[in-house]
């Protein structure tokens, strides 16, 4: 009975081991050490734990220099197991790899990102205006910049130099990292200038001339160069050029108005108004006028010349003078209520005071 009793434990711990030795044997072929086909990393050097799984202890040694921040390279396979054993790492799986690639990670500051940080730091310094205002011109080109991946802070301006004089700026900004105390440093230097939007000709135009939608553009242009009497396109689109002015040109308040509606030597219609009359002859103007200018006009009847105020296109118009209203004390009628006012004649009456001079022998020939 104890002899099968024995036998049996001994059957039993022979099942036991080798089920621990079969278990053994499965996480050994697990853990075997297998090539990587894409790597990625985000430090200066490529370590063993980078290029292979399972790696153990030998994971942190370094084998290789890391491609440039922010680009691929590719190793083969027969270089990478060559390291490997330089350092006593053996039995690798390769697959039915012949390379690998490595890619180093980056953080991508854009070019237009930068010139827009420098701009803002820049804003209002000694004199400028606003960022979106100021065009740059920087010293170097400005690229794409790639920096590590653990420089995550924003560009911070750290020092900030601009001359009024020369239009020269020096900007250094700070970007701080997630492993290193001391923070990445980015320096910009080059000129900067305020611009500001305003109209400029498309071709050359003559004096008095009226600028169409074709005739201007819109450019921005140095605001030192232009000045502060600038004018935007829907400003100047149909107005009426004030002199001679040259393809290119930016446009001022200036050197443009309103269209003449009146040109001198132009034969106009003259309207007088006043209650109760209105009354048009023909004139000729003797000067040029926009719509509310007074000028002076020829009646060609009478041959006199009468001031009037532009009042449309080949108009001018001449107001009477405004009737008095009588006071109270007046508002009694001298005439009975049975009587009547009888009606004035125009006509027999030619020098009403209502009707300037100049314009009776026009009004009696109306009668």
């Known amino acids: 009975m104890i002899v099968r009793s024995l036998l049996l434990a001994t059957a039993l711990l022979a099942l036991t081991c080798s089920a621990a030795l079969a278990q053994s044997r499965e996480d050994f072929i697990i853990a075997a050490p297998t090539l990587r086909a894409n790597v990625t990393v985000s430090a200066d050097v490529v370590r063993i734990g980078d290029v292979i799984d399972n790696a153990g202890p030998a994971a942190q040694i370094a084998i290789y220099r890391a491609p440039d921040l922010g680009t691929t390279g590719s190793l083969t396979v027969t270089q990478v197991i060559t390291a490997l054993r330089s350092h006593q790492v053996i039995g690798v ?12 990670l980056a953080r991508t500051l854009g070019a237009k990102d930068i010139e827009q940080q420098v701009a803002r730091a820049l804003e209002h310094k000694q004199g400028l205006g606003d960022a979106a205002n100021l065009s740059l011109t920087f010293d170097r080109d400005v690229q794409d910049l790639k920096l ?33 105390s001391t923070p990445t440093k980015l320096r910009f230097t080059g000129s900067a200038v305020e611009t500001v939007e305003t109209a400029v000709l498309t071709r050359g135009v003559e004096r008095n001339e009226v600028l169409k939608a074709s005739d201007v553009a819109v450019e921005r242009r140095p605001k030192a160069e232009v000045g502060s009497d600038v004018a935007g396109r829907d ?37 007088y108004e006043s209650v109760g009359l209105y009354l048009t002859i023909r004139g000729k103007a003797l000067e040029n006028g926009t719509e509310g200018d007074v000028v002076s006009v020829m009646n060609l009847q009478s041959k006199r010349t009468i001031s009037g105020v532009v009042t449309g296109r080949g108009q001018v118009t001449i ?23 009888k009606p004035v004649s125009l006509a027999a009456n030619t020098s009403s005071p209502s009707i300037p001079p100049s314009l009776q022998q026009a009004a009696a020939k109306t009668e």
């Open 93 to 104: 799986v390769t697959g039915d790899l012949r390379e690998i690639s490595v890619t180093r």
């Open 319 to 341: 107001s009477g003078p405004t009737p008095r209203l009588p006071a109270p004390e007046e508002t009694t009628s001298s005439l009975g209520t049975s009587e009547t006012a």
């Open 148 to 180: 590590e991946v653990s420089s995550t802070g924003a560009m911070q301006p750290a020092t900030v130099r601009f001359d009024p004089r020369n239009g020269r700026f020096d900007v250094i900004f700070e970007i701080a990292s997630e492993t290193i």
């Open 235 to 271: 400003r100047a689109v149909g107005m009426q050029a004030r002199k001679q002015l040259r393809a290119g040109q930016p446009l001022k308040t200036a050197d443009i108005g309103k269209p003449d509606l009146v040109q001198r030597d132009q034969s106009v219609t003259l309207i």
